[in-house]
């Protein structure tokens, strides 16, 4: 899953799934559409396959990307996981200084 994360730290890499989620593209139409160098963007599809985040099929010499969109909803899940996990830790912490306050004012009176 870290990778995940790894592949998503990157805004172009972002800006290629954001693509993807409209339809398949091949390499070229991806270049046309983002400032970035052919081999730049080489180096980010090969990080978003390796994190499986993306597929690629060839056709002679066109390569077509898609979006796994089954990864990303795994991604997306284990990221609301992450935040539940730290609210309920916060809300934990929230409650006991609440708790100690109400009661240290009590003894105080």
Do not use: C
């Not at 693509?19 to 090969?46: C, M, V, W, Y």
């Amino acid at each position: 899953m870290g990778d995940i994360f790894e592949a998503l730290a990157n805004p172009a890499r972002r800006q290629i799934l954001v693509l993807l989620r409209r339809s398949d593209l091949t390499a070229g139409e991806i270049a046309e559409r983002l400032p970035l160098a052919k081999s730049s963007l080489s180096q980010h599809f090969n990080i978003l396959k390796a994190s499986d985040l993306i597929r690629s099929t060839r056709s002679g010499t066109t390569i077509t990307y898609s979006l796994n969109t089954s990864v990303v909803e795994e991604g997306l899940m284990e990221f609301m996981r992450l935040f539940n996990r730290s609210d309920k830790k916060r809300e934990g912490k929230s409650w006991k200084a609440i708790s100690g306050l109400a009661g240290s004012s009590s003894r105080s009176r």
